[in-house]
């Protein structure tokens, strides 16, 4: 009996998983392609023409200085708008309520849902990494910190996303947050400056900013300069991980926003 559960649920998971990466997949003109273009404008304007003119940032061109960065802001827009709009519209179409009454763990259902999106996180920062080798040549000097970074960042932003689709009402809600909290934080979490070019208290200010601690720790593995400890970014984005994890697994076991 307990292996058949297991086996069920095994079975549902990879359900929800390969039905989230074939959602993205199958209309990869609109979900793979357009932030690879979309970097490669950054690349060209920001790298090429008005890096030039600003020079050496922590000892590197400055195009080589915002490649870790601009990878790291499309893995994180990615993994949180693919699992937003995924999981909204699920529930939108009451679709959500057939999993809901189904003998499937929670579990199973969120981290279907996350790891779709870890998977087109991954996959567009994939994009984005194979196209900044067209402008620059990158030397992972930790690529196992590198790998970690990427998808504990990832799954931290797919799990936002899931909470978002939860608590949202209409679509205009799934827009809210990328809009007013995700947008600023990324621009102000270090991609295209070091915050070694702050006055002190604006320096200290950007340490509240999550995404300036993983941006830096991706920089880290691939550059080996960084602004931060790499071990407190390492702690607070599992702490982020584990947190939004057990909070997700409890508004799904609570039907929260869910059961009309």
Known sequence: MNMQYWRNGWIAFTTILFKEVRRFSRIWPQTLLPPGITMALYFV?????????????DGFSYIDYIVP????????????????????STKFQRSIEELMVAPVSPH?????????????????????????LFFTR?????????????????????????????????????SIVPTFVLTPLTYLGGVFYSI??????WQKVSLINPILHM?????????????????TALMLMMLF????????????????????
């Open 45 to 57: 304007i920001f790298g090429n023409l008005i890096g030039s003119r600003i020079g050496e940032m």
């Open 69 to 88: 960065g601009l990878i790291m802001m499309s893995v994180i827009t990615n993994s949180y708008s693919n699992v937003v709009s995924s999981f909204f």
């Open 108 to 132: 199973v259902i969120l981290l279907g849902y996350t790891l779709g999106g870890v998977a087109r996180g991954l996959a567009v920062g994939l994009i984005v990494t194979l196209m900044s």
């Open 138 to 174: 990158l030397n992972v000097q930790h690529i196992g910190l590198t790998v970690a970074v990427v998808f504990l960042t990832s799954l931290v932003f797919a799990l936002g996303g899931f909470i978002n689709a939860v608590f949202a009402r209409n679509f205009d809600d799934i």
């Open 196 to 201: 070694s070019l702050l006055p002190e208290f």
């Open 215 to 231: 941006v830096n720790a991706f920089r880290y593995g691939i550059l080996g300069v960084s602004d931060i400890h790499i071990g």
């Open 241 to 260: 991980a584990v947190v939004l994890y057990v909070f997700s697994y409890r508004l799904l076991v609570r039907g929260t926003g869910l059961r009309q």
